[in-house]
């Protein structure tokens, strides 16, 4: 316990307009060590994304926070003043956002920008000025002094994500929420991002949350990840276990999507049907329309959080129908 | 068998076409209603036109009568909004101006409209020289503050209800011309116009039947607006005394009567003025109404 | 650099609007019916000066000839000269400039001043009651008749309460800022009804872009997010609608200036229309036309300096 950075208990968080309910978040528990990299994983639309928001309570004034805690360094942030969110946002967690085209304020330079973050430091203008171009260096912009006179509509989406980062980066916060950080970008380019997240990780100690739907990316970067789906988490543990003994039928499922690269010619296989609409969910598993394992308890419970094995939890009755289940990497 | 298979196929959908259209009309007769703006906009409107068509129900005044005993009387239970300085009833005199000045809004708006619409639609389809021409007039035109322009036609033309609404048909248009042709570039590149095209259909065919019904909502929405403009553009026209002349009553001439003894009777010019922006408001409220309900059929 | 040849472009640009507008200037004047001698000097004209003027005009040239002569005396600033006040026009009307530039930056300045926080404060408490009050106003803003507001606001504020003068534009300047008030707000309060629309709807989009989500996550202060992101960039929109409306505004400055008797550009052209006054409506034509077309440079350019985006070509 003493090590977690991060302990997220029994989050619950609605969208609410005139015509629906929306639960988005439905119970969530997991926490992240200190100097881990944790990744939160599903379809888009599941709720990843929403819960980088509610952590940072960045959450447009529809969005009603529906019970649960998030402790980071021991310190509840629920209930917290604008003011005293202020000063965890940016400076303890910082967050990078998925929309590359639109997340970076277009009127005003990228120095502006990062100047920011050093605003109530006592720097001068040299100082901050070497800070500035020393973060560009480190998330790999070549020629740094002459770009950040540049504003964000001459940057590339590759290089938009890394100031993004070095934005995130500049007050040196102790845990950073990645969001998408790979999706918008060429092949090569995430191949970068994820060597740059990783190398952070390193050299800066940093913890981080890994939001994706990429597979790939997450063994190449998680220590552990949580399987989000419908706006709960349905398996919960270490990258490797996750990888090799899938417990749950949906991770399964996922897992089995993936292309392989051992040069089989078998086709893939996917998940039939799609994710319920979180703004009616069903009563028991909400998985339990597309899953193979299916019987009827799934469809009148809700399935606990079972655990399965040493960290390693699962939201399914049917755990044991699944304990000869191949993963991707045979242990 | 076969043949009265296909020929049920054929009337069962034709009857749910016709359902769907009915559905789709009864559906935007419902939106309409839930639409406040349209629907205070639509009964203000109309009790202007009710008015405008039958001012003598209302008042017993003749709005032209010269009463020597009633001159700048303020407003009484015989004469609700005054007399002027002729000792004209100002009750009558607003209520029959109402007709002209819904008729000097409403073509005013309405000529442009559809000179500029079928110029936007030729520019924007044919492109090349003909657009160039149509955009150089509109440039000038542009150049030329609204105001200005309608005072030099009406220079030259002299003043009077005529010159007015010629001013404001050679003015106007050019809104309606930019703002259909750029709609028109761009629906133009679309995959169903490039389909038409190939199945050979004429240039006729699918400028009024493809592509109009696609760019003409644009142009009503700004068209409700407009009206506004337009009858504030003539009233003030006619207030500067270069529009509507005397004795004929219309709004924007009588508060300019009005102004000429303001600080004795501010009924004068008050009261027509009111008139004047209750429809302006009820034109507005039905373009807001208009645009919220192309928006939400747009979804 | 790169702006200076933007400008210097964009002002030989200018020239073709210009001289076309010569043409159609110089041609209507020729519509209209009768001898353009006896129009110019009226009917009180004596045969020799009818017969002068037809010389000085090339009245018995060809009409290519005549329009030559017409633009080399412009080009000279030579506008002709006012049957009425028997002055060069181009005198009266550099006499009457200084009180139209006065009116326009006295509605500039009350839009900005009144409608910018209005439309900023409409779009941050969106749906609540300040909002609606706002957007109700923007309604009958823009079907309120401005003259009819004028007369209003002068009865009230100059009439019964004797705060601002009446008809009355004043020797000193102090005097001529008080003119300038109540017409000022009187046009004012019609463009923002456009521009606290526009505004208010800019910064409901904007408040939810993700830039400014971002910027919040970066820990910054509300009070920054909104001036440096939201504000910032709301105003660019309706920047652009403010110079569509500049064109309009100098148009209406005809009417204003009528109601509150000033003596500006607006109301030397009316009282040249009523009194057919032909050189003068030709000259004041010709100097509105111009005054636009540098407005409209002069808000490209500015429109640039905000938006890094933009660039001048």
Redesign the interface.
């Known amino acids: 316990m003493e090590n977690n950075i991060l302990e997220v208990k029994n989050l619950k968080m609605h969208y609410v307009s005139k015509y629906e309910t929306v639960k988005a978040i439905n119970d969530i528990s997991f926490s992240v060590k200190k100097g881990e990299t944790f990744g939160l994983v599903g379809e888009s639309g599941c709720g990843k994304s929403s819960v980088c ?1 509610t952590l ?1 309570q ?1 959450l ?1 004034p529809n969005a009603k926070f529906m019970g649960g805690s998030i402790k980071y360094k021991g310190k509840e942030l629920i209930g917290l003043s ?1 003011k005293e ?7 303890e967690i ?2 990078s ?1 998925q ?1 590359l085209m ?7 330079k990228v120095k502006e920008q990062i100047y ?2 050093f ?1 109530g430091l006592k720097m001068t203008k040299q100082e901050k000025y070497a800070k500035a171009v020393n973060l560009l260096k480190l998330v790999g912009i070549p020629s740094p002094e002459q770009r950040l006179e540049e ?1 964000v ?1 001459q940057f590339s989406g590759g290089m938009r994500q890394r100031i ?1 980062i070095a ?2 980066l500049a ?1 040196q916060p102790s845990m950073l929420l990645a969001d998408e950080p790979t999706t918008a970008l060429d092949v090569t380019i995430q191949d970068q991002i994820i060597k740059l997240i990783n190398s952070l990780k390193e050299t800066l100690g940093m913890s981080i949350i890994l939001v994706t739907h990429d597979l790939g990316v997450v063994s190449q970067m998680c220590d552990s990840i949580a399987v989000m789906y419908a706006g709960s988490i349905v398996e919960t543990g270490d990258t490797l276990t996750i990888f090799s003994k899938p417990r749950h039928p949906y991770t399964e499922g996922l897992i089995r999507s993936m292309p392989k690269d051992d040069g089989s010619k078998d086709r893939l296989e996917s998940i039939e049907g799609a994710p319920p609409n979180l703004n009616n969910l069903p009563k028991g598993c909400s998985f339990a329309e597309r899953c193979k394992y299916a019987t009827e308890i799934c469809i009148n419970q809700m399935p606990p959080l079972k655990e399965v094995g040493e960290n390693h939890y699962s939201k399914c009755f049917h755990t044991d129908l699944l304990i000869n289940s191949k993963g991707l990497i045979e242990l | 068998m076969d043949i009265r298979c296909s020929a049920v196929a054929d009337t069962s959908a034709k009857s749910f076409i016709e359902k769907k259209k009915q559905n789709i009309l009864i559906d935007t007769f419902i939106l309409i209603l839930k639409s406040k703006a349209l629907v205070i906009g639509l009964i203000i409107i109309g009790i202007m036109l009710v008015l405008a068509l039958f001012p003598s129900v209302f008042t017993k005044f003749d709005p032209n009568y010269i009463d020597g005993n009633a001159i700048m009387l303020s407003p009484c239970t015989t004469h609700w909004f005054g007399t002027d300085m002729y000792g004209r009833d100002l009750f009558s005199r607003v209520i029959y101006a109402t007709r002209l000045d819904l008729f000097i809004g409403v073509s005013a708006m309405f000529v442009p409209f559809a000179i500029g619409t079928s110029l936007g639609l030729i520019s924007g389809y044919y492109g090349g020289k003909v657009d160039a021409l149509i955009m150089r007039i509109v440039d000038i035109l542009m150049s030329f503050p609204y105001m200005v322009l309608c005072i030099m036609i009406v220079a030259i033309i002299g003043a009077g209800i005529k010159s007015l609404l010629i001013a404001m048909w050679l003015v106007d248009w050019k809104n309606y011309a930019r703002l259909i042709r750029s709609e028109v570039m761009i629906v133009k590149n679309s995959d169903f116009i490039q389909a038409a095209k190939v199945m050979g259909f004429s240039d006729k065919r699918i400028l009024l039947r493809h592509i109009l019904p696609n760019v003409l909502s644009s142009a009503l929405v700004y068209a409700a607006s407009d009206i506004v403009v337009c009858m504030m553009a003539s009233a003030g026209l006619s207030f500067l005394g270069i529009g509507v002349q005397p004795p004929t009553p219309e709004w924007g001439a009588l508060i300019a009567l009005g102004k000429t003894s303001l600080s004795k009777s501010w009924w004068q010019s008050f009261f027509p003025g009111i008139f004047l922006i209750l429809s302006g408001f009820g034109f507005s409220l039905i373009g807001d109404g208009m645009s919220d309900l192309l928006r939400t059929r747009g979804r | 650099m790169n702006r200076l040849s933007y400008i210097i472009r964009r002002l030989i640009q200018m020239i073709p609007v210009f001289f076309i507008v010569t043409v159609l200037v110089f041609v209507l004047i020729r519509c209209i019916p009768g001898d353009p001698a006896l129009t110019m000097l009226g009917d009180r004209a004596t045969h020799e000066m009818i017969e002068a003027y037809r010389q000085k005009i090339g009245y018995y040239d060809p009409l290519w000839l005549q329009y030559f002569i017409f633009l080399k005396d412009l080009l000279h600033f030579d506008l002709g000269s006012s049957l009425r006040y028997s002055e060069p026009v181009i005198n009266l009307i550099l006499e009457r400039l200084p009180v139209t530039i006065g009116l326009t930056v006295s509605v500039v300045f009350f839009t900005v001043v009144i409608g910018f926080p209005l439309g900023f404060m409409a779009g941050k408490k969106r749906n609540k009651l300040p909002d609606y009050i706002i957007r109700i106003y923007s309604l009958f803003g823009l079907s309120a008749p401005q003259f009819w507001v004028g007369l209003m606001l002068l009865l009230m504020f100059g009439v019964k309460i004797k705060l601002f003068p009446v008809s009355n534009w004043g020797d000193t300047l102090p005097e001529h800022i008080m003119a300038l008030i109540l017409p000022g707000i009187t046009q004012a309060l019609g463009i923002m009804a456009v521009i606290i629309r526009n505004l208010r709807n800019n910064v409901v989009d904007i408040s ?4 400014v ?10 009070g ?1 997010i909104d001036l ?2 939201i504000f ?2 709301a105003l ?1 929109p309706t920047t652009t609608i403010l110079s569509l409306w500049i064109a309009s505004l100098l148009g209406g400055c005809i009417i204003i200036e009528t109601v509150f008797n000033l003596p500006g550009l607006g109301a030397l052209m009316i009282n040249s229309v009523l009194s057919r006054d032909y050189s003068v409506i030709q000259g004041g034509v010709l100097i509105f036309v111009i005054t636009v077309l540098i407005i409209n440079l002069i808000t490209d350019i500015i429109y640039s300096m ?4 933009v660039t001048l070509n």
């Open positions: 928001k940072l960045l447009p604008n969110l202020q000063k965890i946002r940016g400076r910082s967050m956002f929309e639109t997340a970076l304020n277009p009127v005003t920011e973050q605003i504003y509509h993004m934005i995130a007050a | 939810g872009t993700s830039y989500t971002f910027a919040r996550s970066k820990g910054l202060s509300e920054r440096r992101y910032r960039n660019l905000l938006d890094p985006r």
